[in-house]
């Protein structure tokens, strides 16, 4: 039997200042290659700084996206300028790749209710990267929504599923992620192979 | 039982997303998606070629809740809402098995011409990218009155300003099995535990769905 959904519920915009445990909880959600510092957090979350915390958590999970461009080479391509005899290598202008849906899923907490605008955000975060093709992106994505599973509503994993699911093939982590679903929500008492038809 | 209710009805508070069905002319019928967002409904259908439209739903179409579970309704309504704030282009054709929906993205694609869909195959295509497989479409078969329909909603097309070259393509393929918009919404209407559906199933189907609009079938 499934829980009753009220659209009206809680609002991501509510759940972003929901408190400091579940950020707490993020941060152990290491995205792979950052290093989360928890202890830097800690006595600024207890002292109820949610929104500094917030804003830093994701600065730092933005910063580690960026790195993770620079590093997996995707920006590294350069644009030759030729002055005379001369080359001028500059780095390619980036362009900036929304993440905060992810620290958003991560931090709403199980319980929240997102209406049908908060899940389209998730929708367009998910475009935002693949329109681009920044398939190495969303596999970080991925691992990092299948460490932090347990702490996702139902109504959003069901919405990331969906959303991504038309470029699974292309990812790595998209069946670890879909194993990760399933379990949460067959954990919930969910009918996660309902829930989930036509991705498992 | 009846499966969609009839213009006018409030549309359920525990649903976040409908088939809508109406007839604008005898014989021909057209269907879209409705969703719920924010305090209304909106209305998105392919109304003809690249006229993709989503538009304050003002309570006209026959309507039922699509037979899914309230989570993936919810996923779907906010799928459908981010189409609808697109700039989607979609081509009108009768070839459902080309593509129109970028597998790597979910938007649409650009198809060469002749490739498109019809009202109905747009909402086929819209579940179909996500993992939905409402009807078995192999099993859709091409009917006599199928090629004719076809040669009118050329002429449509034609009149609507269609290019050449899309017209010349639609016309060079043989004639598509034809998904008719109340064998759709009956399909999407019905539990998805019983999905996909197969023709024979889907023509009942449609049979109850014209029936509730008081149409002979």
């Known amino acids: ?200 | 039982m009846t499966i969609v209710s009839p213009p006018g009805a409030t549309l359920g508070v525990d649903d976040l997303i409908w088939v809508g069905i109406v007839e604008p002319q005898a014989g021909q019928r057209h269907c879209g998606f409705i969703y719920r967002i924010g305090s209304g409904e909106r209305l998105l259908h392919l109304a003809f070629h690249y006229d993709l439209r989503d538009e304050i739903y003002n309570g006209t179409y026959w309507s039922a809740p699509l037979g899914l579970d309230i989570y993936n309704q919810a996923a779907l309504a906010a799928i459908v809402s981010t189409i609808a704030a697109g700039e989607a282009r979609v081509p009108y054709g009768f070839d459902f098995s080309g593509e129109v929906f970028d597998k790597a993205n979910g938007d649409i694609l650009n198809v060469p011409p002749g490739v498109g869909l019809t009202c109905a195959t747009f909402i086929l295509a819209v579940l179909r990218t996500h993992g939905f497989q409402p009807t078995n479409s192999d099993t859709w078969i091409v009917r006599p009155t199928d090629q004719r329909w076809q040669n009118r909603l050329i002429h449509y097309m034609e009149s609507a300003g269609a290019s050449v070259e899309h017209i010349s393509a639609v016309r060079s393929q043989p004639a598509s099995a034809r998904f008719r918009p109340e064998e759709v919404v009956g399909c999407v209407a019905i539990d998805s535990g019983e999905w996909p559906v197969e023709f024979d199933h889907a023509l009942a189907l449609a049979a109850e769905v014209l029936t509730d609009m008081g149409i002979a079938a």
């Open chain 1, 1 to 200: 039997m499934l829980t009753a959904y009220s659209p009206t519920t809680t609002t991501l915009q509510e759940t972003r200042s929901a408190g400091s445990s579940r950020i707490n909880s993020m941060m152990r959600s290491d995205l792979p290659g950052f290093k989360w510092k928890t202890s830097d957090f800690q006595n600024r979350a207890d002292s109820g700084y949610s929104d500094v915390l917030l804003a830093e958590a994701m600065s730092k999970i933005q910063s580690s996206f960026d790195r993770i461009q620079e590093l997996s080479g995707a920006h590294a391509e350069s644009y030759i300028s030729r002055i005379g005899n001369r080359q001028l290598i500059e780095p390619e202008p980036s362009r900036a790749i929304e993440v905060s849906w992810l620290f958003l899923a991560l931090s709403e907490g199980v319980d929240a209710n997102p209406t049908v605008a908060d899940l389209a955000k998730y929708v367009r975060g998910v475009n935002s990267i693949v329109a681009q093709h920044k398939y190495s992106l969303m596999d970080m994505a991925l691992a990092s929504l299948s460490t932090g599973v347990g702490q996702i509503s139902t109504g959003t994993l069901v919405v990331l599923a969906r959303s991504i699911s038309p470029i699974g093939s292309h990812l790595q982590f998209w069946r670890s992620f879909l194993k990760s679903a399933k379990m949460a929500l067959d954990q919930r008492g969910l009918e996660s192979g309902k829930l989930l038809k036509g991705l498992i």
